[in-house]
């Protein structure tokens, strides 16, 4: 069995995070050309922006994870706990 890296698992998040933004956007294209009533239009896009939001949010983590001056597992380990907790806010 292969193992994964921190960085190929953010990596794989953010495609997939994107993957999905990406479908949700084709959904708010097809509901304007099916001339869908506004707040359903509105819902679809207050959907894609969150998730855009999210996608950057494990951008800017995979960045400090990289950036990090950390060179124990347990620092590592901790920073990947705060990082994850960051994402989980907005």
């Known amino acids: 069995m292969v193992q994964t890296t ?3 698992d953010a990596s794989k998040k953010i ?9 949700q956007l084709d959904a ?4 304007m050309d099916e001339g869908k009533p506004c707040n359903e ?4 896009l207050s959907a894609v922006k969150s ?16 950036n990090s001056n950390c060179t ?4 590592l380990a ?3 706990k705060s990082l994850d907790l960051m994402l989980k806010t907005k």
Not at 58 to 66: T, W
Not at 72 to 75: A, H, L, R, Y
């Open 6 to 8: 921190p960085e190929d």
């Open 15 to 23: 495609t997939s995070r994107l993957k999905r933004s990406r479908g």
């Open 28 to 31: 708010v294209l097809r509901m």
């Open 41 to 44: 239009v509105l819902m679809q």
């Open 51 to 66: 998730s855009v939001d999210k996608a950057m949010k494990l951008v800017m983590a995979q960045n400090i994870r990289r």
């Open 72 to 75: 124990s597992e347990k620092q």
């Open 78 to 80: 901790e920073l990947q």
